[in-house]
T-cell receptor, first 113, second 111 residues
């Protein structure tokens, strides 16, 4: 059974800092990996999708990498801003589970002005 | 494009009552999903559908039923609500790339 772990569970940084969020998964036979953002009391917003054949994806100040063989992904946020404060969730879809996603519990990020 | 919408946004039920949560998407997606989110448990898949007229069980299906009579709608039913079903429910839809798009959620309290 696929398990997804995100470390750290919470992170507090000053504005302007570059930071890395980590995601690991136990079964490397994945189809893709998706990073989401969730604001308090809101739904999930898709940030980046990395297909299993890709190594990284970029969107603005966000860069996500994937190392399938080691079961790891990182989300890099450059020049963090208070508006980046949210919970960041990582999810994987497996080659045997089709489109179904397995989620980590998330990293709660606070960026202080 | 409204994306994924969910009705209602909030609901309070008494134990034993029934209700239906409605999810609608206007992106012509084949795949639709129902999740629940609980503190310390993360997001867990309840049921999903890979196309109109199809449904399948996810990780935590007990106590729930679903129907997908139209491609754009996915209904989640609770026949006899229990306090353990107090949660935030999210619907999502997805295309063939398996990227998923989420609705705003329904906050359900069962007393």
């Amino acid at each position: 059974k696929q398990e997804v772990t995100q470390i750290p569970a919470a992170l507090s940084v000053p504005e302007g800092e570059n930071l890395v969020l980590n995601c690991s998964f136990t079964d490397s036979a994945i189809y893709n990996l998706q990073w989401f953002r969730q604001d308090p009391g809101k739904g999930l917003t898709s940030l980046l999708l990395i297909q299993s054949s890709q190594r990284e994806q970029t969107s603005g100040r966000l860069n996500a990498s994937l190392d399938k063989s080691s079961g790891r992904s990182t989300l890099y946020i450059a020049a963090s801003q208070p508006g980046d404060s949210a919970t960041y969730l990582c999810a994987v879809s497996g080659s045997t589970s089709g489109s179904r996603l397995t989620f980590g519990e998330g990293t709660q990020l606070t960026v202080n002005p | 494009n409204a994306g994924v919408t969910q009705t209602p946004k909030f609901r309070v039920l008494k134990t034993g009552q029934s209700m239906t949560l409605l999810c609608a998407q206007d992106m012509n997606h084949e795949y639709m999903y129902w999740y629940r989110q609980d503190p310390g448990m993360g997001l867990r898949l309840i049921h999903y559908s890979v196309g109109e007229g199809t449904t399948a069980k996810g990780e935590v299906p007990d106590g729930y039923n679903v129907s997908r009579l139209k491609k754009q709608n996915f209904l989640l039913g609770l026949e006899s609500a229990a306090p353990s079903q107090t949660s935030v429910y999210f619907c999502a839809s997805g295309d063939k790339s398996y990227e998923q798009y989420f609705g705003p959620g329904t906050r359900l309290t069962v007393t």
